[in-house]
């Protein structure tokens, strides 16, 4: 008996490629705008700033740059979320560029591996796979993520192994609980994760009554883990909700601000709360309050 020989992923996204050039040509023409505007920046007579630059020094200005599309999609501003996201688009093609001048790798290689991986994890839709609904896709897609994995000769020697150690810490925390739980260590539910929060909460309080720094700040770093817990079981980005939490603060910070005027830096606690209190009720009186979808 034969084996079935596999899909030819590549040639699966390439026809998707071309089912789509046409509706969604000037889409594929600004891809090209900038992928010339930047070639052009590399060139021998381009910008030196771009000409200077490597793989690596190029690697913290990614960071930075999805970090601020982060905060742009979180403030909720389309104009900014958009130009953010371009910043992004901008810093992939420039190192792609870098790399294939060095005699690495290009854009092309860069777009085809990613094509053809989502063709492959998406049998559901390029395959004969069902899936009706996101949480059998997630299932699909792991499972064709294991077999990848398993395949490979240097394996992981644990199952929360693979989050960036860059990721800030909240975004790591829920990566590492997604990791966990795809092994079955997971809570059932949002209100069994909130009672373990709750738990956490009182140890916490227990640590600061007993004033221990040490102790505090193991407690507190259960209390933030336990919270991103709930968070992932309401289906969240606990990222997002404490960017849009900051961005709160900051708003009714100002609203504080305009109130005291000269006396912010010399109003008593008490006076501070009662400014804060009116700009909390004139925020939402406003409708300044956003019910989250």
Same mark, same amino acid.
């Given at each position: ?116 991986? &989502?063709? +492959? ?53 829920? +990566? ?27 140890? &916490? +309080? ?39 939490? %900051? ?16 006396? %912010?830096?010399?109003?008593? &606690?008490?006076?501070? &709360? ?20």
């Amino acid at each position: 008996m034969t084996d079935t020989p596999a899909p030819d992923f590549a040639a699966i996204a390439r026809a998707q490629g071309a089912a789509r050039a046409a509706s969604e040509r000037e889409a594929v023409a600004r891809l090209i705008d900038l992928v010339g505007v930047i070639y052009r920046l590399r060139d021998a007579d381009g910008c030196p700033w771009d000409r200077a630059q490597s793989v690596d020094s190029m690697a913290q200005n990614l960071l930075e740059e999805a970090a601020e599309a982060h905060e742009a999609i979180a403030a909720g501003g389309d104009a900014e979320t958009c130009e953010e996201l371009g910043d992004v688009l901008m810093n992939v093609v420039l190192i792609a560029r870098i790399a294939e001048q060095d005699g690495r790798f290009g854009l092309g290689a860069v777009a085809a591996g990613i094509a053809e991986k &989502l063709v +492959r994890r998406h049998p559901h839709v390029f395959g004969d796979v069902k899936a009706a609904d996101a949480q059998a896709a997630l299932a699909s897609w792991n499972a064709v993520k294991d077999q990848e994995q398993a395949a490979k000769a240097r394996r992981r020697a644990s199952a929360l192994d693979g989050v960036p150690e860059a990721l800030p810490a909240l975004s790591a925390g829920a +990566r590492t609980i997604d990791k966990a739980a795809a092994t079955g260590f997971d809570w059932p539910n949002a209100p069994a994760a909130m009672a373990k929060l709750n738990e956490e909460v009182a140890e &916490l +309080r227990d640590a600061v009554a007993a004033g221990r720094a040490a102790r505090i700040e193991d407690e507190l770093g259960d209390v933030l883990f336990a919270a991103v817990a709930v968070g992932r079981k309401a289906g969240l980005d606990p990222e997002l909700a404490l960017r849009r939490a %900051l961005g709160k603060f900051r708003r009714r910070f100002a609203a504080l601000e305009a109130q005291l005027g000269p006396r %912010l830096g010399k109003a008593d &606690l008490d006076e501070l &709360l009662a400014a804060w209190d009116r700009a909390v009720q004139g925020e939402r009186a406003g409708g300044g309050t956003v019910e989250l979808p």
